[in-house]
């Protein structure tokens, strides 16, 4: 049994749809970020750095980061179809994507929600904000761009993790208003996404609503 510990709108959404879409047997622990249950002291045994999300594996132990938390899943679980094996031709853009998402985009997207992490300038926060923004509106339509000429997937005709952490993350849009008007590949993408069952039921569990422009 896998347990994954998650919370409302935190990157434990991308690990989650990995899960359902797996088949695999899990539990779910709500650690509420709103009542700052992730910096008490029993989640801090499970993940001393106090953060969203981690997942206790059959043997006992744990790891988080929601990448590889999703590629673990897609390893163990081939026949779900999350990732090309290693010797695909297509694994090699399925990792770029997958780590592009996670190391490039997501920490802009951080910087944007804890600009106090960047700077200790009271008036310096604001500045960092729009530079975050501006970095992933980039990064956006890089992606738009790709997804114009090779998608609607980040692989093709084929969904894999890296789709399901690049929906997750195109639904964070505080950070980069009308994402889904300005980058309609973009779009296309998470509706295709979003329709999925297994994801489907995870949006839901997680209030993540339709993909709307
Ligand atoms: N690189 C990590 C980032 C994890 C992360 O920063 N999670 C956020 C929620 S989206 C969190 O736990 N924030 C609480 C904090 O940093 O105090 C991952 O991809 O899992």
């Not at 969203?52 to 673990?72: N, T």
């Amino acid at each position: 049994m896998y347990t994954l510990y998650w919370s409302h709108n935190s990157a434990s959404i991308a690990a989650h749809y990995c899960l359902e879409e797996s088949g695999a047997k899990y539990d779910a622990v709500l650690i509420d970020m709103s009542k700052e249950q992730h910096k008490q002291a029993d989640y801090l045994k499970i993940n001393p750095a106090g953060k969203l999300p981690a997942l206790k594996l059959p043997d006992g132990s744990v790891i988080s980061e929601c990448a590889a938390i999703s590629l673990l899943i897609a390893d163990r679980f081939p026949q779900a179809g999350l990732s090309p094996a290693a010797d695909d031709p297509k694994r090699g853009a399925f990792l770029m994507w997958l780590f592009h998402l996670n190391n490039t985009l997501q920490p802009a997207m951080l910087r944007f929600y804890y600009p106090d992490r960047i700077t200790t300038e009271a008036n310096g926060l604001a500045g960092v904000q729009a530079s975050a923004q501006a970095e992933i509106e980039k990064l956006w339509a890089r992606i738009d761009a790709h997804l114009a000429k090779n998608g609607p997937f980040l692989l093709g005709e084929r969904f894999s993790a890296a789709d399901a952490l690049c929906f997750m993350l195109s639904t964070w849009q505080d950070c980069c208003p009308d994402t889904y008007k300005r980058f309609p590949h973009l779009k296309r993408l998470a509706e295709k996404v979003r329709a999925r069952p297994a994801i489907a039921r995870v949006a839901e569990f997680n209030h993540v609503g339709p993909v709307a422009a």
